[in-house]
């Protein structure tokens, strides 16, 4: 007597030394990206960062400290026009890689809304077999209910 083998997950599996991820929307998007989108998805996780946050903010109160205290090295006294001009530079970089990550992000969602479709339609397919095999195919069950689920779409969709 064969016995069947045990049906694994792909993290369960040996790693190959490349990661592997489980969804087809994060296969997508990790798997197929171009230089530039690796660039700006690498940006925006250090320019969403605690850490960045704090050690920008340890770096400014430093150049302001410097600024006001060496009175002898003032290279950019009070108003702080070199500071502000960095932070312009800076700013004027990270918004389009920031919004190019989210256009990524919304190209993701996208995929997995539509893949969420496909294993709905699936579920349902295979919900449908198993009442026909369960009540027979004389049942009218569905279409007994098929006006009370027409209402709640009806309902849903008044809500969204």
């Known amino acids: 007597m064969m016995m069947a083998a045990p049906l694994t997950w792909p993290a369960d599996r040996p790693d190959t030394g490349r990661r ?5 929307a994060n ?13 700006a998805d690498s940006v925006t996780g250090v320019f969403g960062s605690w850490r960045y946050i704090v050690i920008q903010t340890v770096v400014v109160l430093l150049w ?10 003032r290279w950019d006294p009070y108003p702080f026009i070199l500071l502000n001009l960095l932070f312009s530079t800076q700013a004027a970089y990270a918004a389009p890689l920031i919004l190019l990550s989210q256009n990524r992000q ?3 969602d996208r995929v997995k809304a539509e893949h969420d479709y496909q294993v709905n339609q699936l579920a349902l397919q295979y919900l449908i077999a198993w009442h026909r095999s369960t009540h027979g195919d004389d049942c009218h069950c569905v279409q007994d209910t098929e006006p009370i689920v027409e209402g709640m779409l009806i309902t849903l969709a008044r809500k969204l």
């Open 64 to 73: 302001i400290a410097a600024n006001i205290l060496a009175v002898a090295l």
């Open 20 to 24: 592997r991820f489980r969804h087809p």
């Open 27 to 39: 296969r997508y998007r990790h798997d197929h990206r171009t230089p530039g989108q690796r660039l």
């Open 106 to 108: 919304a190209d993701t």
